[in-house]
C-alpha cells in the first residue's frame, strides 16, 4: 500500500477558507495542529509555550504521489504506540531525505524487548556543562516516521511525548510551505540532488524561530561535528535548534515531490528519483538558482575601530582642558580598524552571525554551501572596492584589517560601491564619521545686551551681524583649541573625546579665511533657508543666534498672532473674518518690521478691506500715526478702493491722484492717496518728493512682476518704509516674476536676479516643465519655499475655513461643433500656414505660429471677426459658439439673472454687443478704452439689475471689479491661462455673493482649443506655470509634426457635447 498524505483546504460557500484538513494514507483524517507544546524545563518542570497557529494557503500536496511507491512501514501499530514515550532526535543525513529519526527513552530507562535498536550519541546537561553519552535507540528513516508524526498524539501523557509534538509541529509546517510552492531544487553538501524549502518569508521565518524557542533540548541532542572530544579548548556544544528545525523541514521537502512531474519543476530527471544522485557538475546551475531565487545569503561588513575608553580632559562646556591629558586623548589610529564580515541568511531574514562563526560551525542556521557563497560575493565586491581583494587570500575570509587610507577610502566612497555591489557597510556607533561644520550667525554679543526686546522693533538692512564656523562631533561643540590641534594632524583619523573623528582638513582651512561679519538681509535668508555659501561657493548649514534666531521664528508662522495683534483697529467700520484678522496682524507685523510683504489671496477674499485696516492699525501707532498712504492700481478699480475707504474707514481722507487736475498738494494727515501705474509712472518724481510715504500699496501687483519694465523702475523711486504688494495670483512659477515683488518689497532679501537664478533657477524651471526633480532640485526648492513663505501669505477660497458661506461654484466645458462656413475656414487655414511654417525659421517662425493659433481662435469664435467684416449685419447661423450663446442667454434672461460674458478680442465684443442689441437683450460693455467714471458708473448700473449682460474685455475688467450680481460667466474664448480665467471668475465669485455661481467655457470640438482644453484640465498646474504669463508664445517652439497635431481639426462625433 502506498504511503500517501494530502493537504487540503475547506472552503466555504463564499469560498472562504475555514479550515485546513490533513489525511494519512489510509484515508484518515491527521488532527490539526494545537497553538501550544509542552515544555520541560532543565530542573524537569512542565509549562505551556504558545505557537503560531499555521494558516495554510489552498493547495493540494500529495507528497508521495499516486503512484509512488514507500517502502512500508515495519512497525506494527502497537509498536509505533510504544515509542510515542519516547524522545524523539531527528539524525541530519546526505541527502536530507534520508534523515533518520532515533527514538531512545529518556534518563536511566530501557527500550521495550524486541525492538531493533543502536547506539547513539547524544548530548544531556550536566551540571552547568554538556557532556556526551551514549544510548540505546530505535533509528528510523524519515520517510517511514513522517506519517506516524503527523497522526501523534500531541495530548498523550507520556514523560517525553513533547519532542515527537515539536516535529509534528515543524511537518505540518513544511507541508504548509509547500502547499504554498516554496520548494527549490538544489545540491546538497555532498552534491547530492536535494529539494529545499524557500525563499521563507518574515512570517514564515518568525513562525519556525518561535517554534525553536519552545524546542526542548532533548529533540536536539545531537552535538556538532567540530566540538571535538569536548576538551577546554573545544568546549562540547549543542545545535542550534533554530538550524536542527530548519534540516528537519528541509528534508520533510525533500520528500516531497519526488514523483515524475518533479522532473518538469527542476527542469531535470534526477530530482523527480528517490535514490541519491551524485550531480557535481551541476553545481553552479545550483548557485545560480539560489541565486535567482533564495539568493543564499547577503554579506555585509561591519567595522570595529581600537577600543579602550578615553578619559574626559574638558569641563562641560569644553572650553577648559588640560593640554597634557589633551595629548594623551588625541590618539592617531594605525591600521588597526577591522572589516568584519557578516552572513545575513535570505531565507530568514532574522539570522545574521560573524562570517567566522559561520564557517567553524558555532553559528547554526546556514546551510553547508555558505562559504562558497560567501566567497562569491566578496570576489563580486572586490570589483567595486578593490581593499577585499586581500580577504580572498586568507585562510579564512572573516575579517580585513585596514590601513589609514583604505578607511578613509571606505568612509569617502568604498562604502557607497560596495553598497552597490550589494555589501552593506556598518558603521560603530562610537565613530563619528566626520566632523560636523555649521556657520554661526548672531548678532553683536555687546549689542545684543543693549537690546530689551527680543527681536528688533526695526529691521535695518544696514545692520552687521557676526559671522563664524562651529565645529562638533556628534553633539558637542568643539572647543578653539581642539579645532587648532586638529588642524595641526597628520592623519586622517584622530582619535578624541572616546570617539574616532575623520579630518577634513580643508574644512578646516576653509574655516580660518571665512568672513567675520554678514549683513543683515543676507543673515536673515541663511537664517530663513537655513543655510549660507561658504567661500567656495558650497552650501554649509546655519545656526541662528540672538534675535535673529527669533526673528527667523516670528516670520516662520506668518498667521499665528497673539490676542492684542487680532484685534481690529477702532476706526475700521467693519467686522473682519478669522483670516482676515490674522492677514492684518501679519501685515503689521511685517510692515513694523520694515518688511515687505506680498498678500496673494484669492480674488474675492477682501485684501482691499484688510489693507485699509493695515493703514488704520498704523494710524494709531504713535511712531507712523499721521502718515499719507499711496495706492497704486489699475484704472478699473480706483472707484473700488474709494467706494470700500467710505464704507469702511469714514472719515479717513482720500482723493484721486489721476486725470487731469490731479494735485498733490495740501496733503492731510493719514489720507490716502489712489493712482493708476500709468499715472504713477508719469508722475513718479512728484510722488516721490511728496514721500516718504507711510505706506505703499501695489494693488494687481502683477503689473509690476516685469523688474526691467518702466512701471517696476518707477514704482521702486517711491519712498516709504512699509511696502505691500496685493496679487490674487500665484507668484512661486515665474522666477523673475517672483523676484521682482518680493526685491520690490524688502530690497536686497534675494539678492540680484542674476545670483537668485543661479541658486534656484534649475529647481523652479523642472518643477514648471512638471520634470522629476533630483535631490539638489528638491534641495533647491525647499530652500525657496522657506526664504519666500514668510513674505507671501497665500489662501484660497477652497482652504479649510476661509469662505465657508460661499454658495457652491460649477464649471462646465461647452463644446460646440463648428458651422459648414467655420470648418472650411479652419481647414484652409491650418493648410496654407503649416506650409509656410514649415520654410520659416527663427523669429519669422514664431510669428507665422502666433499668427495661425489667432486665426484659428478667431476662426472659432465666429467667421465674421477672423474675415473683419464691418458691419456683420449676419451673425446668426455662421458659428457653433454663438448658437450655443443664444441658448444660454435665453434662459438666464427668462430666469431674470444676470451674466459675466468675457472676451479677449474687442472686436468680437463689438460683434457681440451688435448681436445682442439686435435680439433687444440690454447689455453693457466695459474695455480697456472705458474712462475710469463711466467704468463705476456700468459697475453700479450692473449691481442695480439695470441690464443682464455685462460685456467685458477679459484683460480690462478681469481684475479688481466686484460684480456679485451675477449668477453665471461665460467665457466665449479662452485666454490659455487658468490663473487669468480664475480671476475674471472671481469677479461674480467672491465674498458678498450669496447665489450659485455657473461658469460656461466654450469650446469648439475637435480643434485647437479642444486640445489646449485637455491640457488645461489634466496637467492645470504644469498649464499655471508653462503657459501662465506666455499664452500662444508657449507654444512657438512646437516643432513642425507637433503643432500640426495641434491645429489640425480632429473629427468630432455626435451633436454638442456638454461636459
Known sequence: MATVFRVVTV????????????????????????????????????????????????????????RERVSSPAFAGEQWAVLSGCVAVFLPADPPRSGRVAFHVAGSGRLPVGLPAEDVEIVTAHGRGARRRTVSAVVRPLAEVLPWVLSVDVEADAPCGETAAVWRHAALYALHLAGRGLLLPGLSAGDHDAWRLGPYAEADATWVRALAEVMPPAAYAVPLESA????????????????????????????????????????????ASRDAQHLPGLRAWAAQVADGRDAGVRV??????????????????????????????????????RAVVQVHSLADPLLLADAAGVFSGESGGFGPRTRVQVEDVLRRAAAAWPPLHRILSLPVPDELALDDQEFIGLL???????????????????????????????????????????????????QLLSFRWEFAVGDRTLTQGELDRLA???????????????????????????RKELGALDALAAALTGSVEDPDGVLVPVRAGGWLAALRDRLAAPERASAAELAAPAALDATLRGYQLRGLAWLDRMTRLGLG??????????????????????????ATAGRPALVVCPASLLGNWGREIDRFAPGTPWRRHHGPGRDLGGLKPGEIVLTTYGTMRRDAQALAEAGPWGLLVADEAQHVKNPAGATAKALRTLPSSARVALSGTPVENNLSELWALLDWGTPGLLGSLKTFRQRYGRAAERAARGGAAGEEDSAAAERLGRL????????????????????????????????????????AQVRESLAAIREAKGIARHGLVLKLLTALKQICNHPAQYLKEPDATRLTGRSGKLELLDELLDVIVAEDASVLLFTQ???????????????????????????????????????????????????????GLNLTRAGHVIHYDRWWNPAVEDQATDRAYRIGQTQPVQVHRLISEGTVEDRIAQLLSSKRDLADSVLGGQGEAALTDLSDDELADLVSLHSAHGDRSRR
Open 11 to 66: 472552503d466555504d460557500e463564499d469560498g472562504h477558507e475555514v479550515r485546513t484538513q490533513y489525511y494519512d494514507e489510509a484515508g484518515g483524517e491527521i488532527p490539526a495542529p494545537r497553538l501550544s507544546v509542552v515544555r520541560g524545563s532543565a530542573r524537569g518542570a512542565v509549562s505551556r509555550v504558545a505557537v503560531p497557529p499555521v494558516a495554510v494557503a489552498h493547495a493540494a500536496v500529495e507528497p508521495a504521489g499516486g
Open 488 to 514: 595641526q594632524a597628520r592623519r586622517p583619523l584622530v582619535r578624541l573625546r572616546d570617539q574616532w573623528v575623520v579630518v577634513d582638513a580643508e574644512l578646516l582651512r576653509k574655516a580660518r579665511r571665512a
Open 300 to 337: 555585509s561588513l561591519r567595522l570595529e575601530l581600537p577600543g579602550g575608553a578615553m578619559r574626559e580632559y574638558a569641563d562641560d562646556e569644553g572650553d577648559a582642558y588640560d593640554e597634557d591629558a589633551y595629548d594623551a586623548a588625541l590618539e592617531v589610529a594605525g591600521a588597526s580598524v
Open 905 to 959: 478680442y474687442t472686436q468680437m465684443a463689438r460683434l457681440l454687443e451688435h448681436h445682442l442689441t439686435a435680439r433687444g437683450i440690454n447689455s453693457l460693455y466695459l474695455h480697456g478704452g472705458t474712462p475710469v467714471k463711466r467704468r463705476e458708473e456700468m459697475v453700479d448700473a450692473f449691481q442695480h439689475g439695470e441690464a443682464p449682460v455685462f460685456l467685458l474685455s477679459l484683460k480690462a475688467a478681469g481684475t
Open 788 to 827: 519666500i513663505r514668510p513674505f507671501v501669505l497665500r489662501r484660497r477660497k477652497a482652504d479649510p475655513g476661509i469662505a465657508p458661506e460661499l454658495p457652491p461654484k460649477t464649471e462646465t466645458d461647452e463644446r460646440v461643433l463648428l458651422s459648414r462656413e467655420q470648418t472650411v475656414l479652419y481647414e
Open 412 to 462: 569617502a566612497g568604498g562604502a557607497a560601491s560596495l553598497s552597490a555591489a550589494g555589501v552593506a557597510v556598518h558603521l560603530p556607533k562610537e565613530l563619528a564619521r566626520e566632523m560636523t561644520a555649521r556657520a554661526v550667525i548672531e548678532p553683536d554679543k555687546e549689542a545684543e545686551r543693549e537690546k530689551d526686546a527680543e527681536t528688533p522693533a526695526f529691521f535695518s538692512p544696514e
Open 228 to 271: 571535538g572530544e569536548g576538551s577546554a579548548r573545544t568546549p562540547l556544544q549543542l545545535t542550534d535548534p533554530y538550524a536542527r528545525l530548519r534540516e528537519f523541514m528541509d528534508a520533510v521537502a525533500d520528500l516531497l515531490p519526488r514523483t515524475p512531474a518533479a522532473s518538469a519543476a527542476a527542469g531535470m530527471r534526477p530530482f
Open 597 to 622: 510683504a506680498c498678500l496673494a489671496d484669492d480674488m474675492g477674499l477682501g485684501k482691499t478691506i484688510t489693507t485699509i485696516a493695515l493703514h488704520l492699525r498704523r494710524q494709531e501707532d504713535p
